[in-house]
């Protein structure tokens, strides 16, 4: 757990500096993309939200056997 905060605050940190430099206008135009992309072709990024769905879970369970 401890390794799964200090990487979610050090992903934190890199973009706060990020959005000091370049502002967040710069780093939003990426998600909006993603949407625009998704919102264009819905029925293959599913698919892809789906697959990374299950890549998540298989990783979780794969912990927990350990």
Do not use: I, K
Not at 1 to 14: E, F, H, I, K, P
């Amino acid at each position: 757990m401890s390794r799964w905060l200090w990487s979610v605050g050090a992903v934190l940190v890199v973009l706060g500096l990020a959005a000091h430099f370049f502002g967040w206008d710069a780093l939003l135009w990426v998600p909006a993309m993603a949407l625009e992309a998704v919102r264009s072709d819905p029925e293959t990024y599913g698919v892809v939200a789906l697959g990374l769905l299950l890549m998540a879970l298989a990783r979780l369970l794969g912990r927990r056997r350990e």
